[in-house]
């Protein structure tokens, strides 16, 4: 199946007009390889974070184009192996959320903690939200922990990011992100273990929601995992609150499909309550 009929499956198994469950897609495009077809400028995507990015594929179903000159957050960059983590020059331009500090932050910034823990490491023009901001980690050292974690892709081997949906491009993604309800996941996750027997494991810390564990985190293990979402995708890139996240390969979202669809009779998902 292409992308296109395993979504459409995907979709009509859960039989809720209306909800929001449509598969995303990931294709990215390493450096001196061509963009697919059917894609806008991605100048009318100035500044927006990757997170934002797939939440616009998603909604309105546009084939959204993320590259170093126009993504609006450098720790997306660092993760989808957009620019170099120890790049000391800031992203010029309008970016959504280097433009909330009162001085922009380079990629190194966010490599060495000092953008997470700018209370602790004294780096308050990173701080986004005031002089009262504490960051998002206590301490540097808490910071680096926490980043040691965060998947990228590195070196900067990617020259662009695509998302979109089934309807909007034809191509089999790299990666598919799916933004589902609790009781959506379920499904989905039975669905997938009713073939394989396997414990779904998730790896998220509520930084980085959509760029590392949804996008980078699968295509650099080539597993499934799930995510919370974070910060910049709620207050930034305006994710709903009862949604959380799926990202996955290709294959790994083709046996998800099959399982849901082989094991509807074993799943009643319309008698689960609300």
Not at 63 to 90: F, H, M, R, W
Not at 173 to 190: E, G, H, R, S, Y
Not at 220 to 235: H, I, P, V, Y
Request: aromatic fraction near 10%.
């Amino acid at each position: 199946m292409n992308f296109k009929e395993t979504s459409d499956i995907f979709v009509n198994m859960f039989n809720e007009p209306g909800q929001q469950c449509r598969p995303v897609g990931v294709k990215l495009i390493p450096k001196g390889k061509k963009i697919p077809d059917g894609t806008k400028n991605p100048d009318k995507y100035q500044g927006i974070p990757w997170c934002e990015a797939v939440r616009i594929a998603d909604e309105n179903n546009e084939v959204v184009v993320i590259n170093k000159d126009n993504v609006g957050c450098p720790a997306a960059a660092i993760a989808l192996g957009l620019v170099d983590q120890y790049s000391t020059e800031p992203l010029g331009g309008v970016r959504k959320y280097t433009d909330m500090m009162s001085k922009t932050a380079s990629p190194a910034d966010f490599t060495k903690g000092f953008v997470y823990a700018c209370n602790h490491s004294e780096n308050m023009q990173f701080a986004l939200f005031g002089d009262d901001d504490t960051g998002r980690y206590e301490s540097l050292g808490t910071a680096q922990k926490a980043i040691k974690g965060m998947v990228s892709i590195q070196p900067d081997i990617m020259d662009a990011a695509v998302t979109y949906t089934a309807q909007g491009l034809d191509a089999i993604p790299d990666v598919v992100i799916i933004a589902v309800n609790p009781k959506q996941a379920l499904l989905a996750i039975q669905g997938y273990n009713f073939l394989t027997g396997s414990r779904f494991e998730m790896s998220t810390i509520g930084i980085r929601g959509v760029c590392a564990d949804l996008t980078a985190y699968p295509f650099m293990e080539q597993k499934l995992n799930g995510s919370f979402f974070c910060l910049g995708a709620r207050a930034v890139g305006g994710w709903g609150g009862n949604l959380l996240g799926l990202g996955m390969p290709f294959s790994i979202f083709h046996t998800m499909v099959e399982g849901m669809q082989r094991s509807r009779n074993g799943f009643p998902y319309g008698a689960y309550p609300e």
